[in-house]
């Protein structure tokens, strides 16, 4: 039998290298896609929600999915960036399943590795060196597009890369569900297979047979929120990725995860991420 790790599927949206030529950021902004950073020389500072990560040459550096974060780098900086989509079925993801450090140091392989992946794959190379082209390049939506379309072997290539980088991540990893009791993370997967669905706490707590508050205490020590604020948090996650994986309109998505009334459904996403879901799509450009 396989395990979840084993069925992670995962594409990769963008893979480059650049030096930049004037100070270059990005709004505060949680993306549906981890976002790895190889820094070799200039000065950069990634702003995470719990610490402020200033670059290192010869450290790569994981912004996990759906981080709230920003970024800010100096002129004459350069660095590698490997942009990584998880495909979701109904397996937990990789960063439900293990928590990974944000910095760790790399070695002469990596830099072999990121200097023949950007020369055999340049059209994954995001225009980087001047704002306006940077602004115009295409949506991720069409790099997942891109992806889906390449030949197998090439899929093969790509997916060897992104292991060889994430085993120097997982080497300091540490199991989140293995620590958590079994009953939670039932709850947690009937969830994420009955996102469109009406959902309760009677439900939950039934399904996980432990009373209502017993269940809320469960959830509040080990996540600090409670099982209905976990519900709308995947909801909003789901929502998240249908944004950049999909041209749905939005009322379209309100329905993919389980919300009828649109407005009700903006006023969520709103309040989760801080800009309507229009405004979300729109900064995935950046």
Not at 64 to 84: A, D, K, N, T
Not at 97 to 105: A, G, I
Not at 113 to 122: A, G, Q, T
Request: hydrophobic share 35%; with cysteine.
């Amino acid at each position: 039998m396989k395990t979840e790790l084993e069925m992670i599927n995962v594409c990769v949206l963008n893979v480059g290298f650049t030096r930049t030529e004037r100070h270059f950021g990005g709004p505060e902004l949680s993306s549906p896609f981890a976002r790895l950073y190889y820094f070799k020389s200039g000065k950069a500072v990634i702003h995470l929600p719990d610490r402020e990560l200033e670059a290192k040459p010869g450290y790569m550096y994981l912004v996990p999915s759906f981080m709230p974060h920003s970024y800010l780098c100096e002129p004459g900086s350069e660095f590698y960036y490997l942009f990584v989509y998880e495909r979701y079925g109904k397996q937990s993801d990789i960063f439900d399943l293990y928590s990974f450090p944000y910095e760790v140091k790399a070695n002469h392989a990596i830099d072999l590795l990121f200097e023949n992946y950007c020369n055999f794959y340049p059209e994954l190379n995001l225009p980087y060196h001047g704002e306006e082209n940077f602004y115009t390049h295409p949506s991720f939506f069409e790099y997942v597009v891109r992806y889906s379309q390449m030949d197998r072997y090439e899929k093969m290539q790509l997916l060897g890369f992104i292991w060889i980088i994430a085993s120097f991540f997982m080497k300091h990893s540490s199991e989140r569900l293995g620590k958590m009791d079994e009953r939670m993370v039932k709850v947690m997967r009937y969830v994420n297979e009955n996102i469109k669905k009406e959902i309760t706490n009677d439900e939950l707590a039934e399904l996980a047979c432990v009373t209502k508050s017993h269940l809320g205490r469960m959830f509040r020590n080990s996540l600090g929120i409670s099982p209905l604020q976990f519900v709308i948090h995947y909801r909003v996650k789901c929502a998240q990725r249908l944004l950049m994986t999909t041209e749905y309109s939005i009322s379209q998505i309100a329905a993919e995860v389980g919300y009828d009334d649109v407005s009700y459904f903006i006023r969520v996403f709103r309040k989760g991420i801080g800009i309507t879901p229009q405004e979300y799509r729109n900064r995935l450009k950046y």
